[in-house]
């Protein structure tokens, strides 16, 4: 099997699970009240900054079911582009994070990937699809330890019935013999 389509059997499944819970987070996440403005403004700004935050709101639910949608289709480069956007109106959303690393270990660019997992991780730590990713990136990336160090903590915070868990538990223990056990 080619390293391509093995990449394609692993990042396209993750990616429609994360479709299911991102949007469900994103829509949460895009419907919650706002702030409210400075008393001292008037009316007009206020619906003006009303209208831009609901313009910006659609604009980032969109460009996030676009990448999910490209992402899904294996068209990594149009995936980076539409989770740019997002990530550029709501850049402490860790779905479009961990989707954008998805999408750059599509592109080939797991040193980029690894990044995005892991900001995912420190904005939200128990998002353990991050973990996986993130151990994909640094095993491509042949840093075997921290590879299993992520994929061990994935292990630990996915469900029992998780289905990438059969899968993540060979790649422990394929890391586990190249490196002799050790994490870092």
């Given at each position: 099997?080619?390293?391509?389509?093995?990449?394609?059997?692993?990042?396209?499944?993750?990616a429609l699970?994360?479709?299911?819970?991102?949007?469900?987070?994103?829509?949460?996440?895009?419907?919650?009240?706002?702030?409210?403005?400075?008393?001292?403004?008037?009316?007009?700004?206020?619906?003006?900054?009303?209208?831009?935050?609901?313009?910006?709101?659609?604009r980032a639910?969109?460009?996030?079911?676009?990448?999910?949608?490209?992402?899904?289709?294996?068209?990594?480069?149009?995936?980076?582009?539409?989770?740019?956007?997002?990530?550029?109106?709501?850049?402490?959303?860790?779905?479009?994070?961990?989707?954008?690393?998805?999408?750059?270990?599509?592109?080939?660019?797991?040193?980029?990937?690894?990044?995005?997992?892991?900001?995912?991780?420190?904005?939200?730590?128990?998002?353990?699809?991050?973990?996986?990713?993130?151990?994909?990136?640094?095993?491509?990336?042949?840093?075997?330890?921290?590879?299993?160090?992520?994929?061990?903590?994935?292990?630990?915070?996915?469900?029992?019935?998780?289905?990438?868990?059969?899968?993540?538990?060979?790649?422990?223990?394929?890391?586990?013999?190249?490196?002799?056990?050790?994490?870092?």
């Amino acid at each position: 099997m080619s390293r391509r389509t093995d990449k394609r059997r692993t990042v396209i499944p993750l990616a429609l699970g994360l479709t299911l819970l991102g949007g469900a987070l994103l829509s949460v996440y895009l419907s919650r009240d706002a702030a409210k403005p400075v008393a001292e403004e008037t009316a007009a700004t206020d619906g003006a900054h009303e209208f831009l935050e609901d313009e910006q709101a659609r604009r980032a639910h969109q460009g996030f079911q676009q990448g999910v949608a490209m992402l899904q289709a294996g068209h990594f480069d149009h995936a980076v582009t539409a989770l740019h956007e997002v990530l550029a109106i709501y850049p402490a959303l860790p779905e479009a994070h961990v989707n954008m690393g998805y999408a750059l270990l599509g592109v080939g660019e797991p040193g980029a990937a690894a990044d995005f997992f892991n900001t995912a991780t420190d904005l939200r730590p128990s998002l353990h699809n991050a973990y996986y990713g993130l151990a994909l990136a640094e095993r491509e990336k042949g840093n075997d330890k921290a590879a299993l160090a992520a994929m061990q903590a994935y292990t630990h915070l996915a469900a029992e019935d998780e289905r990438h868990l059969p899968r993540a538990k060979e790649i422990i223990w394929e890391l586990q013999a190249k490196t002799g056990g050790e994490t870092p």
